[in-house]
């Protein structure tokens, strides 16, 4: 009998790998350790270095770039993934950006070129990869991203992210209702604070780190180990019948005001 999250065979698509301490490489780990065959993306050659150490580790079969804010270059990566594998059975929406002088400042003093770009690249390009990806998933298939608890409820210093993640948290919904009936799920994974690249941006995070720890009923962080976990039994046929949630994995964070 086969392991309950068992992903052999299972064609995945990670996007949002930033190096081997990111959220996108810990569910790559877990992707890989449940026997998926992974194709992973990079922004561009600076950062190129960073991710191919943990795609190659993990046996990943093909890198490619992936920058969304550029012209055609979304379109051209699930073209790679039509010809090399002729489908695809979960991905990964691993990305997240807004304009320093944006994320660092009252939100409503963000400026509408910066809360565009937050969005388009946080949010909208979720809903762009789920459009592409509905004609390879021919048998069904997962779609997953990643947002956080200040989508909710204010989180200080979190700023123009919390509206940004609200509205992936909605699209995701949409997602999976539209998508349902392909036998396509969707989900969005919360995880609580992790002491990642990406969160560096935001300012004091520390605290942030250390108010989690104190007030999270299991008293203790999560680990990018801990989402990955949960993404791979998302992916998986056990979770064939849950689709459209918001899922915290957060050490029970989530429950206390």
């Known amino acids: 009998m086969k392991p309950l999250v068992d992903l052999s065979g299972k064609r995945g698509l990670v996007i949002g790998i930033a190096n081997e301490h990111s959220i996108g490489a ?34 990943g079969e093909w890198l490619a770039p992936c920058d969304v804010r550029e012209p055609g270059q979304l379109e051209e990566l699930f073209t790679q993934v039509h010809e090399r594998w002729g489908g695809l059975d979960f991905l990964l929406h691993s990305i997240a950006f807004a304009p320093k002088e944006d994320l660092h400042g ?21 809903l762009r ?30 700023n123009l992210m919390g509206p940004v993640k609200a509205a992936l948290e909605s699209a995701t919904r949409y997602v999976a209702a539209e998508l349902g009936p392909m036998g ?14 990406a969160a560096s ?3 004091r995070f520390d605290e942030l780190l250390d108010r989690a720890a104190a007030t999270a009923p299991q008293g203790t962080l999560v680990s990018i ?6 993404a791979a039994f998302l992916a998986s046929d056990a979770a064939r019948r849950i689709t459209g949630t918001i899922i915290p994995v957060d050490a029970g964070q989530h429950l206390m005001a």
């Open 129 to 158: 990869m789920a459009r592409l990806a509905e004609p390879l998933m021919t048998e069904g298939g997962c779609l997953l991203c990643v947002t956080f608890y200040g989508s909710e409820r204010v989180v200080e210093h979190y």
């Open 225 to 230: 180990e801990d989402v990955g976990a949960v």
């Open 26 to 59: 810990g569910c790559a780990e877990a992707f890989a350790h449940c026997g998926a065959r992974l194709a992973a993306t990079y922004l561009n050659e600076k950062a190129k270095p960073f991710v191919e150490p943990v795609a190659t580790r993990l046996g």
């Open 184 to 197: 396509i799920r969707a989900h969005a994974i919360s995880p609580g604070p992790i002491a990642t690249r």
């Open 201 to 203: 941006g935001i300012g």
């Open 106 to 126: 009252r939100v409503v003093d963000s400026s509408a070129d910066g809360f565009a770009l937050a969005m388009d690249v946080s949010c909208h390009s979720f």
